[in-house]
Nanobody, 124 residues
């Protein structure tokens, strides 16, 4: 069984930065792709970023490309999402997810395990 715990969310002004962390339990982390998704009130969950098992392949949603960076530390079983130049439209609950396949995906259904989420609020 895999458990994912996100942290690092909070309230920030537009233009500011936050770094989200997702700590994973279980031995599958280092051989699994990881992803970040978000869900704003009244909207569907959407893909933000993903990273392959070894960190060598990353994907980003167009809306965050150039502002967000996904990374991972397999020794710490942790994946990160550095968010810079935040905008009010980035306000959402952010979820990390684990995909037992190697390379990552933009599709939520490809992910097997999900965290509980962390709230990010960007004020204008």
């Amino acid at each position: 069984q895999v458990q994912l715990v996100e942290s690092g969310g909070g309230l920030v002004q537009a233009g500011g930065s936050l770094r989200l962390s997702c700590a994973a339990s279980g031995r599958t982390f280092s051989s699994a792709a990881m992803g970040w998704f978000r869900q704003a009130p009244g909207k569907e969950r959407e893909f933000v970023a993903s990273i392959s098992w070894n960190g060598g392949r990353t994907y980003y949603a167009d809306s965050v490309k150039g502002r967000f960076t996904i990374s991972r530390d397999n020794a710490k079983n942790t994946v990160y999402l550095q968010m810079n130049t935040l905008k009010p439209e980035d306000t959402a609950v952010y979820y990390c997810a684990l995909d037992r396949h190697l390379w990552g995906s933009r599709i939520a259904d490809d992910y097997d395990y999900w965290g509980q989420g962390t709230q990010v609020t960007v004020s204008s």
